[in-house]
Every structure is written in C-alpha cells, then in structure tokens.
C-alpha cells in the first residue's frame, strides 16, 4: 500500500485468487481510512488518490514469474527460515542481477536468507512496521556482505515511501525488537512471580512510561504464538543469556492455544 501510495509500481504475490482479494479489498480499505484523514476538506482528491494507488497495483499468485522485471523484492512470508529461503533459492534464479532482495523478518537472520542465494551483496532487511500505513519507522539491516550501494538504495526507498529509516547490524531483534521483547518476557515474569497483576502493570507501563499499550496488551496483539517463537530462536542462540529465557506460562497459554487477540482469548479475554 505504502509502495503503491508514492507512485511505485507494485505487485503483491500470495499463494490464492481468494488470499490476493481479501488483501486487495484491506488495501482498499485502508486508503479510504488515510483520505479521510489526508483529504478531509477536498473529497476529489482523495477519490483520485485512492484510484491512483490502485492503478499501480497488480497481483499475481506466481512469484517466479513476476520477478523478471523487478528492481526490489520485499518479502513477507511465514516467520520460517527454511520456507524463506526456499523462496528466495527460486527467486534468485529468475530475478535480474540489479535486483535488491530484502526481508521483513522481525527475528530471523538476514544473514542466513542472503547466504540461500548468490546476491549476498544485494541482499538485506526492511523491517517494517505494524499497522505499515500508520508507523513511520523501517529498520534497515545491513549484513556483513551487504554493498554500500545496495544498503543506500534501502535507504532511499525507505524514504521514498514516506518513512524513517534506522540502520541496524545484523543482531537478533534489530533495535526495536531486541528491546522490546525482554522487555514483555520481564512483564510476564515479573507477573509470574505475584510482584503484581497484569493489569496493574500494563497501567503502569502506560501511564508511567508512556507506552500505548502495556506489555501484555502488547503480547496478546502480536500473538503469543509469535513471541514464543522470537524469544524460542533467540533462546537457541544464547541459551545462557538470562533475558532470552523462555516462560513456563507463555508455553502454557501457547499449548493450550490462547494466542491473544486473534484467538479471542491470550493473557486477556476478547469478546
């Protein structure tokens, strides 16, 4: 949507007619919310814009066939380092040699992607975030073998699309995520113990550090599914790092398949 917005040309790949239509009607969806915002005193503008976006739009459920006129693949599949590199193998065999391949990995080594193909210079993170349309900030991941042109040319599409770029090496988490998630792994042991309720510390974090949203509103949104695994991988890493431990009830909400907002029941009960 981003991309599409500031007059790139886009095509979204996913593996169904039916997935691509569901996504194409939240794009949609999500630009008519931005125009009402962007363009409440002028109606035909944002109707203009919105038809514009979607012109620069196009979907296909066949990646490899697409990637031939491509000048920068951004990918966004299942949190799978094996799936993902599947991927990019194909990719690369059909993709131009000026083609830039990037991730949207929030836990996975970019470095272990890169090494699938055999562009490791052309080959980074976009770390985007979510909701995409409303968050301002893409870290952009340089790994050791990253060029300097290919990590200028993140930077500029970063830009390019309206957003605020940060550089990051390639370190578990990045910058947001490494501190963020010890940081909800600490709420949970911190409620683990009895030192204080869940609620009482989501209040806390909110009103005395400013946060939106308390740790474990935070946890439920995310999916507790997903921070098990960053926090499991991380773990694997650095067994003896004492903030990548995992938590007895984070394992015992995932088992029992409370994952938060998306289940309807996590840390939190959803109606």
Known sequence: QVAAASGHTVVLVDQSDEILKKSTKGIEESLKRVTKKKFADKPEAGTEFIKNTLKNLTTSTDAASVVHSTDLVIEAIVENLEVKNELFKTLDKFAPEHTIFASNTSSLQITKMANATTRQDRFGGLHFFNPVPMMKLVEVIKTPMTSQKTFESLMDFSKAVGKSPVSCKDTPGFIV???????????????????????????????????????????????????????????????????????????????????????????????
């Open 177 to 271: 995520n490494r501190l963020l998630v010890p940081y909800m792994m600490e709420a949970v042991r911190l409620f683990e113990r009895g030192d204080a309720s869940k609620e009482d510390i989501d209040v806390a974090m909110k009103l005395g550090a400013g946060y939106p949203m308390g740790p474990f509103e935070l946890l439920d949104y995310v999916g507790l599914d997903t921070s098990k695994y960053i926090i499991d991988g991380w773990h694997s890493l650095e067994p003896n790092n004492p903030l990548f431990a995992p938590s007895p009830l984070l394992n015992k909400l995932v088992e029992e398949k409370k994952l938060g907002k998306k289940t309807g029941e996590g840390f939190y009960k959803y109606k």
